[in-house]
């Protein structure tokens, strides 16, 4: 029998984890490891080492929906799904998938988590939003084919993502056990089209821990009725099936380790992916074993999965070029202008921006702020053990939710574009408004929008400015926060806060817009 402790995918989190760790971790057998953060350089050389303790194929992974620029410091970043199913262009979603094939490959990442397919199905729903292409399945089904046709020309492979679908929750997995407020009929008809139409397109499925209170109570990550009745069976998919992450609230608030792990691979996963603790994890699937609770069958088809598609995925053998890889990105870069440009759309019409130099006032607002709220019921310990170098456990959760916030850069590419963008005040009432609002779905953060105080602040700007004085509002993510505002304001969104996206933005502001394209955003 092969390794079992190949059943467990750590996670390496750059400036959190030892890499001396990682190598014990990769001696031991483990299948492979979910990569965060660091520069491509680090990760190259991070997946290579990892290969060389290892002495057989690994799977690399890493949350590449948006590109390697969604994890790595120095890759370029692109559009999200949805601005690229608003640009009604399959092709868009097959470049999206090449270049984010190139990368993972020029870093040594093999399998990209993506792309996502759940449905945009509810405006408040705070983990899925600009994550999805689309609210209909057939649109969503057809740009997840042509993302995966993209990505798998580079000889990386894909995973669906979340299983049975998270389009139509209001709760953030990542805190706590979301309900699907639907029926199974529905999903049927909806959420599981993409599994059944692209079962045999793509390599793995990535379960997801909410429930379905018509199927079974347990997420459905735990759940055999999903995982083997429904998505192995009914759907007809035969390749590998990874858990989210064990280490997110729906877990770690309503089981306990030993009782998720089992539930796991009772219900049909193949691989567990980032426990709080994978040594522990690895313990206690020997022990599992060994009493005889897990059958030898299941568990050689598991090892047997996860062996296959190491085996057929490109490993990191030779040395970074880190020359290579700049020539590589900045290829990337100019096709990230042009998807972004495809993406943005005009909600409400407005006229352009002055021509520069001229003054602007410029706010902007944002989702970034994680609230310690959000921690309640969490298992501490826990959170010691998925962040083991950094002090408390509540100030290491908030330090990874923590994402920088996009607005300062796009301020500055307004004063490098020579206006002088400075906060509204009773002295510059006349001078044109402009709003950019970064709210996009974030993991941790449990709401998404803009909040009562954020509301209140943009009608007292727009009722303070001067008349005819240009009111702009520009949403880098969700495109619904453009719903809550007053009509004085035009529109635009780019559904993204990716670099290219906002230059593509600025552009836009520059020429303005008579009319609006016409959205697909439900």
């Not at 979603?93 to 490959?105: N, Y």
């Not at 993209?150 to 995973?159: E, F, K, P, R, V």
């Not at 995982?227 to 770690?252: E, N, P």
């Not at 290829?331 to 520069?356: D, F, T």
């Amino acid at each position: 029998m092969h390794k079992i402790a190949a059943l467990v995918m750590p996670a390496f989190r750059f400036g959190v984890h030892d890499p001396k760790e990682a190598e014990s971790l990769a001696k031991e057998g483990v299948s492979g490891f979910c990569l965060y953060g660091g520069t491509a350089r680090e990760t190259y050389e991070l997946t290579r080492r990892l290969l060389m303790a290892a002495q057989s194929p690994l799977l690399f992974a890493a949350d590449f929906e948006n590109g390697a620029g969604s994890q790595l410091q120095d890759a370029v970043e692109l559009t999200s799904s949805m601005g690229i199913g608003q640009s009604r262009d399959t092709a868009n979603a097959r470049l999206k998938g090449e270049i984010t094939g190139r990368q993972a490959k020029a870093v040594g990442i093999n399998w990209a988590f993506a792309p996502v397919v759940d449905l945009n199905l509810r405006p408040d729903n705070p983990i899925v939003s600009t994550r999805a292409f689309g609210s209909g399945h057939q649109e969503v089904t057809a740009h997840a084919r042509s993302f995966l046709e993209g990505l798998n020309s580079q000889g990386i492979a894909g995973c669906l993502k979340h299983f049975p679908g998270h389009g139509d929750t209001r709760v953030d997995s990542h805190l706590d056990l979301a309900a699907i407020e639907r029926p199974l009929a529905a999903m049927n008809d909806h959420d599981l089209k993409p599994y059944e139409a692209l079962s045999a397109t793509a390599e793995s499925v990535m379960t997801a821990h909410i429930a379905g209170p018509d199927v079974d109570a347990k997420p459905a990550s735990l759940s055999r009725r999903w995982v083997t009745d429904i998505l192995r069976k009914r759907l007809g998919f035969d390749g590998l099936v990874v858990t989210d992450a064990l280490m997110m609230g729906a877990i770690q608030k309503n089981f306990g380790e030993e009782e998720a792990i089992l539930l796991a691979l009772e219900a049909g996963n193949d691989l567990l992916l980032y426990p709080p603790d994978s040594r522990a994890a690895i313990r206690i699937i020997k022990n599992l074993y060994g009493q005889g609770r897990l059958p030898q069958a299941a568990v050689e088809r598991a090892l047997g999965r996860i062996k296959a598609l190491a085996a057929r995925l490109p490993q990191p053998t030779a040395a970074f070029s880190r020359e290579t890889f700049h020539r590589l990105e900045e290829e990337h870069a100019k096709s990230a202008l042009l998807l972004a440009r495809a993406s943005i759309q005009w909600r409400r019409p407005g006229p352009a921006l002055p021509a520069a130099p001229a003054n602007l006032r410029y706010m902007e607002f944002g989702n970034n702020k994680v609230k310690l709220q959000n921690l309640r019921g969490w298992n501490l310990g826990s959170i010691r053990r998925s962040f083991p170098n950094l002090g408390t456990a509540a100030r290491n959760l908030i330090r990874f939710m923590h994402d920088k916030s996009r607005a300062d850069s796009f301020r500055k590419l307004l004063e490098a574009r020579r206006y002088h963008p400075i906060k509204p005040s009773s002295k510059n009432q006349d001078w044109p408004l402009v709003l950019g609002i970064f709210h996009k779905p974030r993991a941790f953060a449990g709401a998404i929008g803009l909040d009562a105080q954020e509301i209140k602040t943009i009608n007292d700007l727009a009722r303070q400015s001067a008349p005819q004085t240009p009111l702009l509002a520009v949403s880098f993510g969700d495109p619904y926060v453009l719903d809550q505002l007053p009509e004085a304001y035009a529109s635009l969104c780019s559904y993204s806060d990716s670099f290219a996206s906002q230059v593509a933005v600025l552009d836009e502001l520059l020429k303005g817009a008579t009319k609006t394209k016409t959205s697909t955003t439900s």
